[in-house]
């Protein structure tokens, strides 16, 4: 969050939101009920627990992120509105998070969307107006270490994803019929005892999860009539979540600490998919796949 509003001159953002706003307003819809539809759809079909329902409809109610744009650049995609979506939906997270959060995680466990609301403020908006003012105060010192603030961010998803995996692992291998196999046991068993446990449903969930917000963002959008570009940058920006801001909430709003599993789990997953997807539109020209007419107003 820090790194956007490095980055972020809200005279520039009001100015694309002014010359398209179709496309941002539909994108930030589309971020907001494809992922926590699928995210209640998807723990209620694999019969989840409900730690695990609430952490994955948390991570499914949580804003876009910001290596969205990155992937989106690979991709061929329409960065400018990749942008501007993180922005908004990061900003729509103070009241659409909690609120969406409470609604469909509500009939698990108790959820405080007051609370939920108050921390995602100071999660989310506190940084950015940091970096914006850092950006206004000190210019030179921002343009150093912009180029390093994709990597400062891959290091805090990861640093938070490691210690959410160290405070469940030995839940974790509990669950696996692997933890009681014998030295020497077949490969097949100890992967079936991994499928079998909570890691397996886990990584599952989150897989079914991703997908289905790359996949219906990219459609949605090509129903509607979006460029190419737009359609991708659309599928990248819902597909792909902000997991740290998942894995926070998880960690301080709700006891156990199972919910902060699928928003940390999703660092790892939604990294390796979207960059999967990135470099495979790379290769494929949008313009060639560009059979919509262009909306008016976007």
């Not at 959820?111 to 999660?123: E, F, G, N, R, Y």
């Not at 190419?228 to 902000?242: D, P």
Request: hydrophobic share 50%; charged share 10%; net charge positive.
């Amino acid at each position: 969050m820090l790194a956007m509003g490095l980055t972020l001159e809200l005279k520039d953002l009001i100015g694309l939101f002014m010359q398209r706003p179709l496309s941002i307003l539909f994108g930030c819809a589309a971020q907001y009920t494809i992922m926590p539809t699928f995210g209640a759809i998807v723990s209620k079909s694999l019969g989840l627990s409900p730690s695990l329902s609430v952490g994955l409809i948390l991570l499914g109610c949580c804003p876009g992120g910001t290596a969205s744009n990155v992937v989106t650049l690979i991709a061929q995609g329409d960065v400018p509105l990749s942008i501007t979506m993180t922005v908004c939906t990061t900003l729509g997270a103070v009241l659409l998070t909690p609120m969406l959060t409470k609604i469909l995680a509500g009939t698990y466990v108790p959820v405080d969307a007051l609370k939920l609301s108050i921390s995602t403020l100071q999660v989310v908006v506190a940084p950015i107006l940091l970096g914006s003012y850092l950006q206004s105060k000190f210019p030179a010192a921002v343009k150093a270490v912009i180029p390093f603030a994709p990597l400062f961010a891959v290091l805090a998803s990861s640093l938070l994803a490691c210690s959410v995996f160290s405070e469940n692992v030995v839940r974790l291998k509990s669950s696996m019929v692997g933890a009681s196999l014998p030295p020497g046991s077949s490969p097949v068993l100890f992967i079936q005892s991994i499928v079998s446990g909570d890691l397996g449903i886990i990584v599952l969930s989150v897989l079914l999860l991703h997908f289905a917000g790359f996949f219906v963002g990219y459609l949605s959008a090509a129903i509607c009539g979006f460029t190419e570009r737009e359609r991708r940058a659309i599928s990248i920006e819902v597909g792909m979540q902000n997991s740290s801001l998942g894995v926070v909430l998880a960690t301080s709003h709700f006891t156990s600490p199972m919910v902060a599993l699928p928003p940390a789990m999703s660092a790892v997953i939604m990294n390796i998919m979207g960059s999967s997807l990135g470099f495979i539109w790379r290769y494929m020209d949008p313009s060639k796949l560009d059979d919509s007419p262009k909306l008016t107003g976007k």
